[in-house]
Nanobody, 128 residues
Framework: QVQLAESGGGLVQAGGSLRLSCAGS????????MAWFRQAPGKGREFVGA????????YYADSVKGRFTISRDNAKNTVYLEMNILKPEDTAVYYC?????????????????????WGQGTQVTVSS
């Protein structure tokens, strides 16, 4: 069983930056793909980006490309989401998610049902 815990959310002005962390524990050796999603009030869960634990290969949603960066620290079992040039439309609860089923491929996993474990989420609010 994998446990994920996000931290680092908060209130920031438009144009500002935040760094979110997602610490994993449990059977993390079976994990190979970590992702960030977000959910704004009244909307579905939206893919933000993902990173492969082993190769570091990353991909992002078009809405955040060039502004957000995902990185990982394998020794700490932690994934980070660096968010820059934040906009009010980035306001949401941010979740990290872990995929353990199957084997690593080059497939882009961008929907919530492709991930097996989730954190509780951390609120990010961007004021205009």
């Amino acid at each position: 069983q994998v446990q994920l815990a996000e931290s680092g959310g908060g209130l920031v002005q438009a144009g500002g930056s935040l760094r979110l962390s997602c610490a994993g524990s449990g059977r993390t050796f079976s994990s190979y793909l970590m992702a960030w999603f977000r959910q704004a009030p009244g909307k579905g869960r939206e893919f933000v980006g993902a990173i492969n634990w082993s190769t570091g290969w990353r991909y992002y949603a078009d809405s955040v490309k060039g502004r957000f960066t995902i990185s990982r620290d394998n020794a700490k079992n932690t994934v980070y989401l660096e968010m820059n040039i934040l906009k009010p439309e980035d306001t949401a609860v941010y979740y990290c998610a872990d995929r353990v089923r199957g084997t690593p491929t080059q497939a882009l996993r961008m929907t919530p049902d492709e991930y097996d474990y989730w954190g509780q989420g951390t609120q990010v609010t961007v004021s205009s």
